[in-house]
């Protein structure tokens, strides 16, 4: 028999760890959806015929959310908090009430009209390109399939069945999918579609199941049973390995599991350098699940809870109730550790259905109504946020963070706006801590950034977000690969503004954070040091990793190097300085 020869594909690695094992094809094939007329008699009976197939799949969706209590606890909360999601999509949402009114109105069948009115919902999306608001559709897509299926008595693909060892291989895996999947049989799962953002790799970093989305037709180049190397940390599939690249990866997958072993070991130290500077280790958290990542990786509070994650997939925008229960259950689960929530970010490339049609295009441009300007604009929605936070703020340490800030107006109306809901909050009975939350501003602007020593006297702390302040100073969209190598973190010009900023923060003796992604890069932790940032908040798998750089530096060493970095005029030259550890 003809040996097959080792192929390797690369992807996004957003479950990291080194899976081996066989390949398990999920393939769902795809619907061919027909359309044909139908009279006017037979109206009634078809969307009869779309209402048992919806009720069929609300069945379905409520089988799976009791199967997922036997889940790890974090892990079946989340997806209970998706399947309730999915589930309000198939009662009465606007997506329901379309389809029928297609039926109605076309006289077509119903799988026609669930294609049409499932374009009109994505239709405000198409001009962006961002993986979490790429996931939100995917959400809708997979509830709209799974009807479609049910109308076509198609049964999906189960995942119980697979053998030790499975690694599964497919076009799209929803978030319920990996859910279920069972760690002791499931060595990875690589898929075609999807991003670091989504629902699916959150679940699979909270599973631990390595992983790796987004690799091109990959179901074109596997077959079942087709030996297979997952790498979730670097974003490689390899597939029909030799027994050479075997070897080598089984001593990668040896070396990994003995360094999380000793970092893991380093869970209840403090991240102190060998010069006696304490530098505090926070996470970015962008869904409730993540709590438990941060809590298993030693991290010390949230230092950016974004809080878009209660405006997708919604017709509606979140009330106060709604809001503070969530609030509340991560500061309940952060057990005393400070959050730091930043206000509402919809904007740019992140946009939620139920403000698309309040602004247009603006709401999708990065440099239109998004951030602090649309709070500004729509006070409601600010108010709304405030108030559940300043409810929840009776269940642990809470820290709020303005995004998008360029001028200090921005603070000082949105501190205004604070001010006068904690009064009517008080006068209605309401309990309000007698101090009100720290206010910070996101320094994600060159504005911001050079106007730093100002906004410092209007602010209670800062954070910077490296990662638009990167794009923003290079005009640089690293989604956009013709002109991704441009965006450069060590640009002398972004490492100015971070330094300018982190001068001023000390100047008027603020807290400073940095939370953009070098903040979770061993790489660049001296530098940050050396800069002066003492509390660094980044993806809570990254941690324990930047804790043992910082036990292993000197503050003063790096602080000469920053010295010599900040002389440079040349992005390589940085870089070349940064390697010599």
């Not at 908040?537 to 910082?550: C, E, L, Q, V």
Request: with cysteine.
């Amino acid at each position: 028999m003809k040996t097959k020869p080792e192929k390797i594909y690369d992807g996004l690695g957003v479950s990291p760890g080194i899976g081996f094992g066989v390949v398990h094809v999920r393939d769902a094939g795809s619907l061919e959806i027909a359309e044909y007329p139908i009279s006017a008699d037979d109206i009634p009976n078809e969307i009869s015929r779309f209402r048992e197939a919806l009720d069929l799949s609300l069945s379905q969706l409520e089988d799976l959310k009791h199967k997922s209590r036997t889940l790890p606890e974090a892990a079946a909360e989340e997806l209970g908090f998706m399947l309730d999601a999915n589930i309000h999509m198939l009662k009465g949402s606007r997506l329901v009430r379309g389809i029928e009114a297609y039926i109605q109105d076309h006289a077509i069948n119903a799988e026609a009209s669930i294609q049409y009115a499932l374009n009109q919902i994505v239709k405000g999306f198409q001009s962006l390109d961002d993986a979490y608001i790429a996931s939100r559709q995917s959400d809708i897509h997979q509830v709209a399939e799974r009807v479609l299926r049910n109308l076509g008595n198609s049964a999906l693909t189960a995942q119980q069945e697979l053998q030790q060892n499975s690694v599964l291989i497919a076009d799209e895996l929803t978030p319920a999918d990996t859910a279920l999947m069972h760690p002791e049989s499931v060595s990875g799962f690589c898929t075609a579609l999807g991003g670091p953002e989504s629902h699916t790799a959150i679940m699979a970093r909270a599973l631990g199941i390595p992983a790796v989305l987004g690799v091109p037709h990959i179901l074109r180049h596997v077959s079942n049973g087709d030996k297979i190397i997952i790498d979730g940390t670097h974003g490689k599939i390899i597939v029909n390995p030799t027994d050479a690249t075997t070897l080598i990866y089984q001593q990668k997958s040896l070396k990994i599991k003995q360094k999380l072993l000793r970092l893991h070991q380093l869970h209840e130290r403090q991240a102190i350098t060998r010069d006696g500077v304490k530098i505090g280790l926070m996470a970015n958290v962008e869904l409730p699940i993540e709590v438990a990542l941060v809590q298993q990786n030693g991290g010390e509070g949230i230092g950016l809870l974004r809080s878009e994650f209660m405006y997708m997939n919604r017709d509606t925008l979140p009330d106060e109730h709604d809001q503070y229960e969530s609030f509340k259950v991560l500061l309940q689960a952060m057990d005393g550790q400070p959050v730091t929530i930043r206000t509402l970010d919809i904007g740019g490339e992140k946009t939620a259905r139920s403000l698309i049609e309040d602004f247009g295009d603006s709401i999708c441009s990065p440099l239109g109504m998004r951030g602090i300007r649309l709070s500004l604009h729509r006070p409601d929605i600010l108010e709304t946020q405030y108030r559940a936070i300043l409810r929840a703020a009776a269940h642990g340490p809470i820290r709020i963070l303005l995004p998008m800030v360029t001028t200090t107006d921005d603070v000082t109306k949105a501190r205004r706006i604070l001010k006068d809901v904690a009064t009517r909050m008080r006068a209605e009975g309401q309990t309000v801590p007698e101090t009100l939350p720290p206010l910070g501003a996101m320094i994600e602007v060159p504005g911001a950034a050079l106007a730093a020593d100002s906004l410092a006297q209007v602010c209670d702390f800062f954070a910077i977000g490296s990662n638009d302040l990167t794009m923003y100073t290079l005009a640089t969209d690293r989604a956009d690969e013709k002109v991704a190598h441009l965006y450069q973190p060590l640009h002398p010009a972004v490492l100015r503004l971070i330094q300018f900023t982190t001068q001023a923060a000390a100047k008027y003796n603020i807290p400073i954070s940095i939370c953009g992604e070098i903040a979770g890069n061993p790489i660049y932790t001296g530098l940050l040091i050396g800069m002066g940032l003492r509390d660094l908040s980044m993806g809570a798998s990254n941690i324990p990793w930047i804790k043992d750089r910082i036990l292993h530096m000197d503050e003063e060493t790096e602080k000469r190097r920053v010295n010599q970095i900040m002389q440079e005029t040349d992005s390589r030259r940085i870089a070349m300085l940064l390697s010599e550890n």
